[in-house]
């Protein structure tokens, strides 16, 4: 699998590969999957500060994994939201992690210091994934979203990515990282 930038071409496989997950589970909280035209302006929204990147086998994209503002507020600048998605051809291969730790070193290099993982419980496959890549526990919301004819618990995973200096440098876009 080669990893490499989302592209807005890759808009319609990214938005294929997500359906199901809000469609068929618990996993994403949405209740409606967002279309290739939602997916494009989802990537551009992340502008050159959060990263969307996709996994290619055998020249088709099979997961992606992206980064999106912890909150919004500026004090949280340095923290992250991250996620990854697989195509279920693609599940149990290595290709999460790999994508995933892509990210997280990308990340890195920008200069976040903080990257939390939301995980919808259970969901063992993705906390493993997570606690596998230096993530740990960080709490856990109750029965926050209703979905699938139920109360979904979310949890938080943490991981630090870089030094919280003091004053802390400004992320850098990722574009000037990427390729280093």
Known sequence: MIVRPATLG???AIAAIYASYVTDSFVSFETEAPDEAEMRRRIESGGLLYPWLVGEAEGRVCGYASASPFRTRAAYRHAV???VYLAPAA???GFGRALYR???DLLARQGFTQAIGAISLPNEPSVRLHEALGFTQAGTYSE???KC???IDVGLWQRA???AAVPPAEPKPFAEI???
């Open 149 to 151: 004819g139920r109360w």
């Open 10 to 12: 890759d808009a319609a």
């Open 102 to 104: 892509q990210l997280l």
């Open 144 to 146: 926050v979203g209703w």
């Open 81 to 83: 939201e991250t996620s």
């Open 91 to 93: 599940c149990g291969r």
């Open 161 to 163: 990515l870089a030094a």
């Open 178 to 180: 990427w390729g280093e």
